[in-house]
């Protein structure tokens, strides 16, 4: 099993919504934990016993294209360092792009790094740590090239250099095994799986999950929608796309995400007034073109509706969400 991070989420979600291109590493950097790291991986890392992280280039060759199944795998083996002394039971791995650093001023009591002259490789969600920055602080928001604040308060003030890193995705070892001294532990290919979770029929299509999979894990190119366009349905089982001479797909914005969840952020009128009560209406799907294209999300409507004629078919402001876990 695995998770995507807050901050991937948010730019998931951004690439495949608000036409905001995500940009993959050009290096993902493998760590173990003995205890679940969670959403910003900040605790349970194995220290010690010369125990490094195992940075891994991101291309092709380390990872294959996604399953047909929508799931992601390492095509090669993710070897660690030689252990100089005992490491404990690792049970967790996570995933993190290349770390960055930059420098700032702090106040102690305050939340704020001020004076921050290039924020471009800072992103929401970094696990913070620097002089004054208090354990587990992480990047909660940004004002380009002046500030960015923590979710924690610093401890100390003055003039700081700071290292920032986004953790990607985490999950749990499939073989948890104790590693001794002059163990050479790794992660063997196939071994570590990602995959996106979502309801029978509801939520990512195949197409999106292995698209921004491959986008992730092995960088593999994939240009965001310049718009998305919602459609409805009759019937409950394919999408027969409803025929009405009033209706057209209509373009969708999308509103900033918010803890791995984006909605419409406008009324969404799909028809004038109905020409004929042909329905129930019973299924909804985002999509990449106003004509064919490929479906980036679909799922069923809250309640089947047949529109009577007359009468036009909307969504409400944030009545279409999309959820990343």
Same mark, same amino acid.
């Given at each position: ?70 799931? $992601? *795998?390492?095509?090669? %083996?993710? &070897? /660690? ?7 404990? #039971?690792?049970?967790?791995? +996570? @995933? ?112 999106? $999950? *292995?698209?921004?999979? %491959?986008? &992730? /894990? ?7 929608? #310049?718009?998305?366009?919602? +459609? @409805? ?93």
């Amino acid at each position: 099993m695995s998770a995507l991070s807050d901050a991937l989420e948010t730019s998931l979600l951004n690439h495949l919504l608000r036409a905001t291109a995500y940009t993959p590493a050009t290096a993902l950097h493998f760590g173990l934990f003995l205890t679940d790291p969670g959403e910003s991986g900040v605790s349970g890392e194995v220290s010690g016993g010369s125990y490094a992280r195992v940075a891994v280039t991101n291309n092709s060759t380390s990872f294959g294209l996604a399953s047909n199944i929508a799931g $992601k *795998s390492n095509a090669i %083996d993710i &070897v /660690f360092p030689e252990a100089t002394a005992a490491w404990g #039971t690792p049970k967790f791995w +996570a @995933v993190y792009e290349t770390p960055t650093s930059f420098t700032g001023t702090t106040t102690s009591g305050n939340a704020t790094i001020a004076s921050v002259a290039d924020t471009s490789a800072i992103k929401v969600g970094m696990a913070l740590s620097g002089t004054g920055i208090a354990a587990g602080a992480t990047v909660v928001s940004i004002v380009l090239n002046t500030s960015v604040t923590m979710s924690l308060v610093a401890t100390a003030s003055g003039t700081v250099s700071i290292a920032g890193e986004q953790m990607l995705v985490h999950g749990a070892l499939l073989s948890p095994r104790y590693v001794a001294t002059g163990d050479t532990p790794k992660i063997a290919a196939g071994a570590m799986s990602v995959s996106f979770g979502s309801l029978t029929g509801i939520g990512l299509t195949d197409y999106a $999950k *292995s698209k921004l999979l %491959d986008l &992730v /894990f092995g960088a593999y190119a994939f240009t965001p929608p #310049t718009t998305v366009y919602a +459609a @409805v349905a009759t019937g409950l089982t394919g999408f027969t796309e409803w025929t009405d001479s009033s209706y057209t797909r209509q373009a969708v914005t999308f509103g900033a995400p918010s803890g791995g969840v984006s909605s419409n952020s406008g009324v969404i009128t799909m028809s004038g007034a109905v020409v004929s009560s042909i329905g129930p209406l019973t299924q909804f799907q985002l999509l990449d073109s106003a004509t064919v294209g490929n479906a980036l999300l679909s799922g069923p409507l809250s309640s089947a509706r047949t529109i009577p004629v007359g009468d036009s078919c909307k969504f409400a402001i944030g009545s279409i969400s999309c959820t990343l876990q």
